[in-house]
């Protein structure tokens, strides 16, 4: 669980625009509105699903303020606040440009709160102030909310889907009911191959977000996978079948669990044998990171 938190004829225009014009699109007011999960006209499709391969570099930004430049391939920035013209500009830079998007929360501060049936909202989530789980076990439900906002993810212009809190049945394993809803893993796997089809419908990649207990059955069907702090939790080795298989796996780790010469000295030190990504960022994701010496 992460911090919190186009008028595609403009591409060619946006290409010419100086560096700046990057860092005054993101984050504030250029996000996604209401009226815009209504807007039912077509939108542009992928020819193709963008699965970045092993060793691919990645940068994560969500606090708002998109930086002028960013080091990684890969940059992943919020589905909501990030407009079209951003997504943009960043694919005249030569980016993959990926959309964060908790689809295992109920939260207070998007556009589209009220439409979500009061039967899906369960408890709150403990260490996000405005956040509620939702009982993904109603798939029906939550179908045509999940399908605007990827129909707006791909409007867009984004080229993948960060899905997080698809593991939020872990917080009943211990049979407390901590979402309300007594999820399983069977009810994962169930959602699971729902935004798959979803996102592929619409030519988005999706990575798998933590979560290692689907990777045995669901490695081959995500594209990439991001983990966060899965050294520090010693779960990384079980998603090494996705750099077995030539696919991206992100790890990021967290400063509040480790230190940057930790992250150095024993983390880089695990993932690139395993193939790994690695990257050290705040809770807070910022534009601040700290990456693994290039080999």
């Known amino acids: 669980m992460q911090n919190r938190h186009i008028s595609f004829s403009k591409i060619i225009l946006l290409s010419l625009l100086p560096i700046f014009l990057l860092a005054s699109c993101g984050g504030g007011g250029d996000g996604e509105d209401d009226s815009h999960l209504d807007d039912n006209s077509s939108f542009t499709l992928h020819e193709n699903i963008y699965m970045p391969k092993r060793g691919t570099s990645f940068s994560i930004v969500l606090d708002g303020k998109i930086p002028a430049d960013f080091s990684g391939d890969v940059v992943d920035l919020d589905a909501f606040d990030t407009s079209a013209e951003t997504v943009a500009a960043l694919h005249a830079k030569g980016k993959k440009v990926f959309a964060y998007l908790s689809v295992g929360s109920w939260e207070e501060y998007r556009p589209d709160k009220d439409r979500f049936p009061k039967e899906v909202v369960g408890k709150n989530y403990p260490g996000w102030e405005g956040e509620k789980f939702l009982d993904i076990r109603a798939v029906d439900k939550l179908a045509p ?10 409007r867009k212009g984004f080229d993948g889907i960060e899905p997080d809190n ?78 077995e298989h030539d696919k991206a796996v992100f790890a990021l780790s967290y400063l509040d669990n480790t230190s940057k010469e930790k992250f150095l000295r024993e983390y880089c030190t695990q993932a690139v044998p395993l193939g790994y990504t690695a990257i050290l960022k705040d809770r807070d994701l910022t534009a601040v990171e700290t990456t693994c010496p290039k080999h």
Do not use: C
């Not at 909310?145 to 791909?154: E, Q, T, V």
């Not at 009943?172 to 809803?181: C, K, L, R, V, Y």
């Open 145 to 154: 909310l999940m399908r605007k906002r990827f129909d707006m993810i791909a």
């Open 166 to 243: 698809i593991d939020i049945y872990t917080e009943d394993a211990d049979e407390n009911n901590g979402t309300g809803f007594n999820l399983t893993l069977e009810d994962a796997r169930k959602y699971a191959q729902f935004l798959i089809d979803e996102a592929h419908k619409r030519h988005l990649s999706i990575g798998q977000k933590n979560a290692p207990e689907l990777t045995e059955a669901y490695g081959d069907l995500f594209d990439w996978a991001l983990l966060e702090d899965p050294f520090y939790e010693k779960f990384a080795p079980v998603f090494k079948i996705y750099t």
